[in-house]
């Protein structure tokens, strides 16, 4: 949630959109409900605040506490909002195959060490960038377990697969990575 566009001219109610978000991230800042003015409520929200981050407590936003909950209110966003989705599609004839290096190679490796710890029968491969022997034994070890044609080349029906299997993880086994 981000103050918007009209908020520009109405400095309280982007005071109280970001003292609400401030407080979905931290339930000791009372929640509020932005309305453009300055009553009771707000003022509680400013005082906790201020409390909170040891800030002489007036209920009074001067620039040393607005300075604050601007820095306060973009952390909170960060940790409200869902992450970013990377999108990493491979084309019809695109693949990755034995040597080739990059970002694609880096995120095929993590999603495989990650899968490899759910399926024992995978090779754990290193993660470096470099589709290596190790990569291609893990992939080819995929596609057997997939029942997809064992060629050890990430073509879009493994990648796919992939992706599919680690999506399918529990946020618990994907930490497991490292």
């Given amino acids: 949630m981000r103050p918007t566009e009209s908020f520009i001219q109405q ?9 609400q978000v401030i407080s979905l991230n931290d339930p000791r800042i009372q929640m509020i409900i932005p309305d ?19 800030i002489p407590i007036t209920g009074i936003v001067d620039q040393n506490t607005w300075d604050k909950i601007v820095e306060i209110y973009d952390y909170a966003r960060i940790n409200i909002e869902p992450a ?12 990755l195959k034995l040597n080739d290096e990059g970002a694609y190679v880096y ?25 290596d022997t190790n990569t291609y034994d893990a992939v080819k070890e995929f596609q057997k377990l997939s029942s997809l044609q064992e060629t050890g080349q990430t073509d879009k029906a493994t990648w796919k697969q992939i992706v599919h299997h680690f999506s399918l993880l529990s946020a618990a086994d994907k930490i497991k990575i490292l």
Avoid: C, H
């Fill in 84 to 95: 970013e989705n990377i999108e990493i599609i491979l084309n019809k004839n695109e693949s």
């Fill in 107 to 131: 995120f095929l490796q993590t999603m495989l060490k990650a899968l490899s710890n759910k399926y024992p029968a995978m090779i754990a491969p290193d993660i470096s960038g470099n589709y």
């Fill in 11 to 19: 400095p309280i109610r982007s005071l109280q959109t970001m003292l």
């Fill in 36 to 54: 453009g003015i300055y009553g009771k409520s707000t003022m509680i929200a400013v005082n906790q605040f201020q409390q909170l981050y040891n």
